[in-house]
């Protein structure tokens, strides 16, 4: 299994990025999917979440209204719209695959990790 993030980069804070997780060797549309990020110094920390058959999606209520988390079951693939972003926004970004049953907000609950990518925000 392999999940290849990208997108990451520089940007000002107020501007956008879109991340990408393309995934393989695993039933994508059966997986849950979900993006966390990690600071320097700091825990893995839920990003989004979003359902494999429904697409229903969840957000912790601080990041509500500037991430959205999407996907496309034909190009397996997963994406991260980050708006309005803030210097602390700044992190490494891990899409994942959740284990079905697990939650969906613990890092522990995910089988399959990307490399990640870093976003990093200046002010």
């Known amino acids: 299994v392999q999940l290849q993030a990208s997108g990451g980069g520089l940007v000002q804070a107020g501007g956008s990025l879109r991340l990408s997780c393309a995934a393989s060797g695993l039933s994508f549309s059966t997986y849950d999917m979900g993006w966390f990020r990690q600071a320097p110094g700091k825990e893995r920390e839920f990003v989004a979440h979003i359902n494999w058959i429904t697409t229903r999606t969840r957000y912790p209520d601080s990041l509500k209204g500037r991430f959205t988390i999407s996907r496309d079951n034909a190009k397996n693939t997963v994406y991260l719209q980050a708006n309005s972003l803030k210097p602390e926004d700044t992190a490494v970004y891990y899409c994942?695959?959740?284990?079905?049953?697990?939650?969906?907000?613990?890092?522990?609950?995910?089988?399959?990790w990307g490399q990640g990518t870093l976003v990093t925000v200046s002010s």
């Open positions: 994942a695959a959740l284990v079905r049953g697990s939650s969906y907000y613990t890092p522990s609950g995910y089988s399959y």
